[in-house]
C-alpha cells in the first residue's frame, strides 16, 4: 500500500532532494554526479514550500513540492520572471508545483518482488492530486509550472493553460521547458455549480485527501 504524507524533518527533506536527483539523472536533466546540486532542489525545505512524499514500507517513490509566492520568488523566476509579473499584477495569489519525481526504477523492482502491485499513475496522480488539494486548501487562484514540452498532453489534459512559450532552463542541462498555469479558482468554482469539468481535475477534486492532512 502506497501512503502519502508531508515531509517534516531534516530527513525527508534529504531523501526528497536524493530521489529529484535521481530521477533528473536518468531523465538526463542533470549530469550523475551532481544529483545533490541544490539548483534543481534548492526550494525543498525552504519555509515557504510543501513538500509530500509518497511511501511504501519506508521506502520513498516519489515527491513533489509546492513552493508559496513570496519575496524570494518561485523556482521558474529565473526563465518565466516577466510571464509571472504580469499574474502578480492582477493581484492573484499563486504558487509553484516543482521538484515532481516519481522513482519508477523502484517501482518497477517491487512489482518484481511478486508481493505486490504499484501502478505508477496511482503514486503520480496521488502526490499531484494533493498539491492541487493543497491549493485549494490555501485558497490559491493559480498553480504553476515548468514542464518538458514531452509532458505537455499530461498537463493540457489536465486543464492547465500554457504562459510562456519555449525556453531552456540552466539548472536542468538547458533542459526545453514550458511554463503553464493551471486556474485554481475557476475550478472550484465549477465544482461549486457542478457544471461539467476536465475528468482528471474532476476525479482529483472529488477525492478528498485524509482528514487533517494540511493540518
Known sequence: MVTFRI??????????????GRV????G???????????????IGKQNTVTILAERGGTLLGTISIAMDSHEGLPMDVIYHDELETL?????????VCQF??????????GK????????LDVSMGVFGLVVHYGVHKK????????????????EALGCIKIGDKKYYPSVNDAPA????????????????HKKQNFLIEKILHTPPPAGFFD
Open 7 to 20: 515531509a517534516e524533518s531534516e530527513k525527508d527533506f534529504q531523501i526528497a532532494t536524493e530521489l529529484v
Open 24 to 27: 533528473y539523472a536518468r531523465e
Open 29 to 43: 536533466y542533470v549530469d550523475t554526479d551532481k544529483t545533490t546540486d541544490q539548483g534543481i532542489s534548492s526550494f
Open 101 to 110: 519525481a516519481i522513482d519508477k526504477a523502484m517501482i518497477r523492482d517491487i
Open 140 to 155: 490559491l487562484d493559480y498553480l504553476c509550472f515548468v514542464i518538458n514540452p514531452k509532458h505537455r498532453i499530461f498537463y
Open 88 to 96: 502578480r499584477e492582477k493581484k492573484v495569489h499563486i504558487a509553484e
Open 113 to 120: 518482488s511478486g508481493d505486490v502491485k504499484i501502478a505508477e
Open 178 to 193: 514550458l511554463a503553464y498555469t493551471l486556474a485554481l479558482g475557476e475550478l472550484v468554482n465549477l465544482k461549486t455549480t
